[in-house]
Nanobody
Framework: HVQLVESGGGSVQAGGSLRLSCAAS????????MGWFRQAPGKEREGVAA???????SYADSVKGRFTISKDNAKNTLYLQMNSLKPEDTATYYC??????????????????WGQGTQVTVS
């Protein structure tokens, strides 16, 4: 049973920073593809960042240069460092995982395991 638990969300002023964490359990962490998604009220869920086992990453254009995805296999934890936050980054952020072969996907249908989400509010 795959379990993903996000933490680190909160309220911050524009220009500030937050770091999200996603603790994973219930599967061989290093063998799964991991990503971050977000969903704002009234909008579709969108991919933010994904990371491959070799450290390769992909980002949505809207966050490139501001967000950094990383993972610590020893701690079974995925991170999202968010800098220079903007009001349009306000959303619920979700950690997601899937056992497939393409690990840089930012398409939510490619992921079959999701956390409960953590709220990020930028004012």
């Amino acid at each position: 049973h795959v379990q993903l638990v996000e933490s680190g969300g909160g309220s911050v002023q524009a220009g500030g920073s937050l770091r999200l964490s996603c603790a994973a359990s219930g599967y061989t962490y290093s063998s799964y593809c991991m990503g971050w998604f977000r969903q704002a009220p009234g909008k579709e869920r969108e991919g933010v960042a994904a990371i491959d086992s070799d450290g390769s990453t992909s980002y949505a254009d809207s966050v490139k240069g501001r967000f950094t995805i990383s993972k610590d296999n020893a701690k079974n934890t995925l991170y999202l460092q968010m800098n220079s936050l903007k009001p349009e980054d306000t959303a619920t952020y979700y950690c997601a995982a899937h056992p497939g072969w393409y690990c840089l996907s930012l398409r939510s249908p490619d992921y079959n395991n999701w956390g409960q989400g953590t709220q990020v509010t930028v004012s």
